[in-house]
T-cell receptor, first 111, second 116 residues
Framework: DQQVKQNSPSLSVQEGRISILNCDYTNSMFDYFLWYKKYPAEGPTFLISISSIKDKNEDGRFTVFLNKSAKHLSLHIVPSQPGDSAVYFCAQGGSNYKLTFGKGTLLTVNP | GAVVSQHPSWVICKSGTSVKIECRSLDFQATTMFWYRQFPKQSLMLMATSNEGSKATYEQGVEKDKFLINHASLTLSTLTVTSAHPEDSSFYIC????????????FGPGTRLTVL
């Protein structure tokens, strides 16, 4: 059973609009959550993270929200740009630095 | 950010042969590296934690005798897939922990292994 679930395999938005990527988790015993961006045939690159004691973290166009009661995480990208088109993975991390990833969501931003 | 390289980027081999994949941290020292495997449209699955100067620790269900890991220096970890079979065909990705950058993990570009 997957501990980290990204139920939407793909998402398509128009340039300039908001992209909302969602992630659900089952295990609350993790210290932090992360979002990674991945292009084909490349490794993931770190985007933004949030500590389990916070409910929001913002970095430029990227904002991550954490709803602990719902065990839900979301990434907001606004405004979306064509260069944001990639696969986005959410992941959980703990004190041992091991990461548990979701299956990813393919974001396509149309010009 | 820090740079992690992997070599080779892709490899095709015959069933029964062994394949070695290298993971290097180019501009920082990494006492801890991780090896992941990703099947098509699946998540990255952690296979093992590679620790410099000591034995790797493997996740449940990963055969340590099949996936040999050696972390001989602070900048290099190798993963050897021994007696590879078609079901080992996958995308293998390593990451390196940069303790000088708040323990952020930096990922390599991955290695595509195809076993015929």
């Amino acid at each position: 059973d997957q501990q980290v679930k990204q139920n939407s395999p793909s998402l398509s938005v128009q340039e300039g609009r908001i992209s909302i990527l969602n992630c659900d988790y089952t295990n609350s015993m993790f210290d932090y959550f992360l979002w990674y961006k991945k292009y084909p045939a490349e490794g993931p690159t770190f985007l933004i993270s949030i500590s389990s004691i916070k409910d929001k973290n913002e970095d430029g166009r990227f904002t991550v929200f954490l709803n602990k009661s719902a065990k839900h995480l979301s990434l907001h990208i606004v405004p979306s740009q064509p260069g944001d088109s990639a696969v986005y993975f959410c992941a959980q991390g703990g004190s041992n630095y091991k990461l548990t990833f979701g299956k990813g969501t393919l974001l396509t931003v149309n010009p | 950010g820090a740079v992690v390289s992997q070599h080779p980027s892709w490899v095709i081999c015959k069933s029964g042969t062994s394949v070695k994949i290298e993971c290097r941290s180019l501009d920082f020292q990494a006492t801890t590296m991780f090896w992941y495997r990703q099947f098509p449209k699946q998540s990255l699955m952690l296979m093992a934690t590679s620790n410099e100067g000591s034995k790797a620790t493997y996740e449940q269900g990963v055969e340590k005798d099949k996936f040999l890991i050696n972390h001989a220096s602070l900048t290099l970890s190798t993963l050897t897939v021994t007696s590879a079979h078609p079901e080992d065909s996958s995308f293998y990705i390593c990451s390196a922990l940069d303790r000088g950058r708040y323990n952020e993990q930096f990922f390599g570009p991955g290695t595509r292994l195809t076993v015929l």
